[in-house]
């Protein structure tokens, strides 16, 4: 069973770089049928699509956060990552891994992590 | 304020049936596949339908979706108390070069 765990500092402070790991256990990354993304929902509101990278390093991104977000990935530990940076108290969310499946059409997230809370304060 | 416009709440008593819609416009839903996702209190969303109108393995035939034009509806008939929830449409937005994903603000589904 495909299980995704984010990890990383559940505390950053305002203006600096918000950085999170995924962890992807039960298949591989380098799978040619996927690509592996971030969402991200404040608390209390909806979900916001971040970006998405697939085992090549070929990416997407939102166009209200690309100047301050990079997603990589590293085929050989099955993780991607995500750093966001000069980060705003507007940044505080809970942070989740996904994937994105190309086996079928239009943009749909089949596996996602549980999630992890990033709250921007000094 | 999001690209997809869903309706804030609905509510609906046990055993009846309810519609969620999701508006959007020709950059995206009108010409990307829209998907559902149900996010249970304090989880992670969970893909409900995608294509439109197809189901996930073990997702139950109580959950069905459409698309017509720029607009999408989930429906969810035989209502249970596990079924509240908040709902998400999402799909692909084509309006700039790269494109995006994007999803609705959200409903909740109150189990009357």
């Known amino acids: 069973q495909l299980q995704l765990q984010e990890s990383g500092p559940g505390l950053v402070k305002p203006s600096e770089t918000l950085s999170l790991t995924c962890t992807v256990s039960g298949g591989s990354i380098s799978s040619s049928s996927y690509y592996w993304g971030w969402i991200r929902q404040p608390p209390g509101k909806g979900l916001e699509w971040i970006g998405s990278i697939y085992y090549s390093g070929s990416t997407y991104y939102n166009p209200s956060l690309k100047s301050r977000v990079t997603i990589s990935v590293d085929t050989s530990k099955n993780q991607f990552s995500l750093k966001l940076s000069s980060v705003t108290a507007a940044d505080t969310a809970v942070y989740y891994c996904a994937r994105r499946s190309l086996l079928w059409f239009g943009e749909l997230w089949d596996y996602w992590g549980q999630g992890t809370l990033v709250t921007v304060s000094s | 304020q999001s690209v997809l416009t869903q309706p804030p709440s609905v509510s609906a008593a046990p055993g009846q049936k309810v519609t969620i819609s999701c508006s959007g416009s020709?950059?995206?839903?009108?010409?990307?596949?829209v998907s559902w996702y149900q996010q249970l209190p304090g989880t992670a969303p969970k893909l409900l339908i995608y294509?439109?109108?197809k189901r996930p393995s073990g997702i139950p035939d109580r959950f069905s979706g459409s698309k017509s034009g720029t607009s999408a509806t989930l429906g969810i008939t035989g209502l249970q108390t596990g079924d509240e929830a908040d709902y998400y449409c999402?799909?692909?937005?084509?309006?700039?070069?790269?494109?995006?994903?994007?999803f609705g603000g959200g409903t909740k589904l109150t189990v009357l």
């Open positions: 999402g799909t692909w937005d084509s309006s700039l070069s790269a494109g995006q994903g994007v």
């Open positions: 020709s950059s995206n839903i009108g010409n990307n596949y």
């Open positions: 294509e439109n109108n």
